[in-house]
């Protein structure tokens, strides 16, 4: 039997029950996060684990658990669940009271939820490269919580599959900020920019890789914004992602960027990319 995590307590799948007056489903009023697993072990699990307590307090939700706790219940969900290569989605909402927007009293507990999916690596596109379209970013400015709120997202990601892409970048008068799901970078001239880490954007953890990867290796990087213009005329696009790691980007608005296949820059960063996944979780 498929196992899913609520509060403290591993129980079937079929037995997991939600209240229709969870704060999560009448209001979008929690956090969650998404967990890659390879080899059956979580990639960068403090890290966001460290940014779901983060998201949670700028909301104001007191999560019940402590870290380890919550790691150690994601270990025995994903061995319960004999989970080798997916993702563990998790999220913790306010709690069920009645429907009120002002918050409940300190009495009413927050409630935790988590359950796995199998999932593969997209090699195909990592290699390939991803068309993608732009659109004007219209989502709240508290882009940095990583909130149940996610209708600009889901309608952007829509407007990019309803004509055949992948991904929506998206942009606030003309400034990149960021894919509907992932995070945006661009090289050009060998210097890779990426938005900075500030409320217009969710500071990625595999965005975070790639700025570390970036250090170690000495590639040139600059966190800093970029215009729509520099997005189009850039030598190399990608996108970064728990479910993308590096993925080049070889079309834009149906325009080819750089020479239309993945670049050098990206190139090694996929390598890198993948080195720091084997460190922490086996062979690929």
Not at 1 to 12: A, P, R, Y
Not at 43 to 55: A, K, M, N
Not at 132 to 142: A, K, S
């Amino acid at each position: 039997m498929v196992k899913v995590l609520f509060q403290d307590q591993l129980i079937e799948r079929e037995h997991a029950k939600v209240d229709i007056e969870d704060r999560g489903y009448q209001f979008g009023d929690g956090v969650y996060e998404v967990i890659r697993i390879y080899n059956g072990k979580m990639f960068t699990s403090d890290g966001h684990l460290d940014r779901l307590y983060e998201s949670a307090k700028k909301i104001s939700i007191t999560i019940p658990y402590q870290k380890e706790k919550i790691k150690d219940l994601l270990h025995q969900l994903i061995a319960e669940n004999e989970l080798k290569h997916g993702i563990v989605y998790m999220q913790i909402t306010r709690g069920t009271s009645p429907r009120n927007h002002v918050f409940p009293d300190a009495s009413i507990e927050p409630v935790l939820t988590a359950s796995t999916k199998e999932y593969p690596r997209p090699t195909e596109l990592m290699e390939q490269g991803i068309k993608v379209i732009t659109l004007e970013d219209i989502r709240w400015l508290r882009c940095d919580i990583k909130s149940l709120n996610l209708l600009g997202n889901v309608l952007a990601k829509q407007k990019a599959v309803d004509v055949g892409c992948f991904e929506a970048i998206q942009h606030r008068n003309g400034t990149v900020t960021e894919g509907s799901s992932s995070n945006v970078s661009i090289v050009k001239d060998g210097l890779v920019f990426t938005h900075p880490a500030n409320h217009l954007i969710l500071n990625g953890i595999s965005r975070q890789v790639m700025l570390t990867t970036c250090e170690k290796s000495s590639i040139p990087l600059k966190e800093e914004s970029f215009s729509l213009e520099q997005l189009m005329n850039a030598d190399e696009v990608f996108i970064s992602g728990t479910t993308v790691e590096i993925t080049p980007v070889v079309e834009i608005d149906g325009i080819r960027i750089g020479e239309g296949k993945m670049g050098p820059i990206t190139s090694r960063l996929q390598t890198l990319f993948r080195a720091e996944i084997e460190s922490e979780c086996g062979n690929l």
